[in-house]
């Protein structure tokens, strides 16, 4: 993830309440007390932008890398299927997801890949490939 996990946590002691975040070199500091909660809170993405790249049977970069990137998703209006690669020169047998076609759509996972994301299409087509990037 870019960036931390704030967790809130109560112990339902007075002066027990408060906020930590949490990375992978920084976990989260649990002690056991009767009657406590933690509650996660995702973090929230205030802006957005959206790129089209033109269906082409040849591996094209589709996203620059972005150390920012928190989020993807994919939106293939194109009659074939597109493949995306987690780096570059994506092709029919390396990619690392497939966009399905007529609509498909595709939501990257955690942790998020801040790299370079190239594409392909099974075949030339009329249609695009619509990335918002988070």
Not at 59 to 80: E, K, M, P, Y
């Amino acid at each position: 993830m870019a960036s931390p996990v704030t967790v809130s946590y109560s112990t339902g002691l007075p002066g027990t309440i408060g906020d930590v975040a949490v990375t992978p070199t920084t976990p989260l500091p649990v002690t056991g007390v009767a009657g406590g909660s933690i509650t996660a809170i995702a973090p929230v993405v205030a802006t957005a932008s959206l790129t089209a790249l033109a269906s082409l049977a040849t591996t094209q970069q589709l996203l620059a890398a972005n150390s920012a990137r928190q989020g993807l998703i994919l939106v293939n209006t194109d009659a074939n299927n597109v493949k995306i690669k987690y780096g570059t020169t994506a092709s029919a047998t390396s990619f690392t997801a497939i966009v399905p076609a007529n609509g498909g759509i595709w939501e990257m996972p955690y942790p998020v890949y801040t790299g370079r994301i190239d594409a392909i299409w099974d075949a030339d087509g009329a249609g695009s490939l619509y990335a918002t990037e988070m």
